[in-house]
């Protein structure tokens, strides 16, 4: 019950206390975070196809899988745990976003550091790891502002998207062995 009270303090001081004017921004990061996961996966196709790279070819395969297990996921987790929204139970958080169904876990974050960590394991430059990962924590701090999500739900979206973001390109790496072994290998 402790825990349950924290998560609900916390959404309650950020959801009102919004930088003025910020609100219309964190519902562009918010709304547009799917769009922005395939922009990646078609930016890293376009460079495959203008380099003639099959390690390119091999990454927005990757990029794409991790983002097909993470819809997948996400569905699987909000239809086991059916979690009311937060502006549904508590009057006072104000719903400034889109938020239907299930609260847990959020989708949102879910997806953007399922492909923050891909990105970082598949590119190992620091200005695009910390550009992946600015953009993640965006998404998952636009989630509480919006009053969607409680931290909670934020939370298990980072670990869990965290895991998959990991998971796809070693389950690739170690079953499947590709050619070019290169594609996942720090440099």
């Not at 009102?16 to 922005?36: D, E, K, Y």
Request: aromatic share 14%.
């Amino acid at each position: 019950m402790k825990l349950l009270q924290y998560d609900i303090a916390i959404l309650d001081w950020l959801n009102s206390h919004l930088i003025p004017g910020s609100t219309p921004v964190l519902q562009f990061v918010s709304n547009f975070a799917t769009f922005f996961s395939i922009a990646m996966a078609l930016i890293v196709l376009a460079m495959a196809i203008i380099k003639k790279s099959k390690p390119l070819y091999h990454k927005t395969i990757l990029i794409a899988l991790v983002l097909i297990f993470s819809a997948i996921m996400i569905q699987i987790l909000k239809e086991a745990f059916d979690r009311e929204r937060p502006f549904l139970t508590y009057p006072f958080i104000e719903k400034l976003s889109t938020g239907g169904g299930s609260s847990f876990p959020s989708g949102h974050t879910m997806e953007a550091f399922a492909m923050a960590m891909a990105m970082s394991i598949l590119f190992r430059y620091k200005w695009l790891i910390v550009t992946v990962y600015a953009w993640a924590f965006l998404i998952a701090y636009s989630r509480l502002a919006l009053g969607v999500h409680y931290p909670a739900d934020v939370l298990s979206g980072i670990m869990i998207g965290t895991l998959i973001g990991w998971f796809v390109p070693w389950i690739y790496r170690t079953f499947l062995k590709p050619d070019d072994y290169s594609i996942t290998k720090r440099r």
